[in-house]
C-alpha cells in the first residue's frame, strides 16, 4: 500500500509563504513523478507543479509560475511546495500526488494520492 501524507497547510495573510511537504511510505519511487494540484470549493482540481525523479525538469501551472517552488529530497521520499507571495485566489485544498508513468500535468496520470492540506489566504 502506498501512503502520501501532506503537511504545511494553514492560514496566512496574502503575500505570505508557506512550505508545503509530502512523505511518501510504503514504497518506493524510483523513477517516480511527483506533482502538486489543488482543488478550491465548487471547482475542479488545477494542476499546481511537478518534478521528475531527478528533478532536473519541473513544470508548473500558469497561475503560480514565479512564486511556487516544487522540489523533492529523494532521500527522504519527500517533495515539498515552496509558495510565495500568496494569494486569497491560491486558498485550496492541495493536494500530493505520484506517478511511474511519466509527466502529466492531468490527474488522471497520476496513481497515488494524499489526503490533501488546507491552504487558506485571507487579503
Known amino acids: 500500500q502506498v501512503q502520501l501524507v501532506e503537511s504545511g497547510g494553514g492560514l496566512v495573510q496574502a503575500g505570505g509563504s508557506l512550505r508545503l511537504s509530502c512523505a511518501a511510505s510504503?514504497?518506493?519511487?524510483?523513477?517516480?513523478?511527483m506533482g502538486w494540484f489543488r482543488q478550491a470549493p465548487g471547482k475542479e482540481r488545477d494542476f499546481v507543479a511537478a518534478?521528475?525523479?531527478?528533478?532536473?525538469?519541473?513544470v508548473y501551472g500558469d497561475s503560480v509560475k514565479g512564486r511556487f517552488t516544487i522540489s523533492r529530497d529523494n532521500a527522504k521520499n519527500t517533495v515539498y511546495l515552496q509558495m510565495n507571495g500568496l494569494k486569497p485566489e491560491d486558498t485550496a485544498v492541495y493536494y500530493c500526488?505520484?506517478?511511474?508513468?511519466?509527466?502529466?500535468?492531468?490527474?488522471?496520470?497520476?496513481?497515488?494520492w494524499g489526503q490533501g492540506t488546507q491552504v487558506t489566504v485571507s487579503s
Open positions: 518534478i521528475t525523479w531527478g528533478g532536473s525538469t519541473t
Open positions: 500526488a505520484a506517478t511511474n508513468r511519466g509527466l502529466f500535468r492531468q490527474s488522471y496520470g497520476y496513481d497515488y
Open positions: 510504503g514504497r518506493t519511487f524510483s523513477g517516480s513523478v
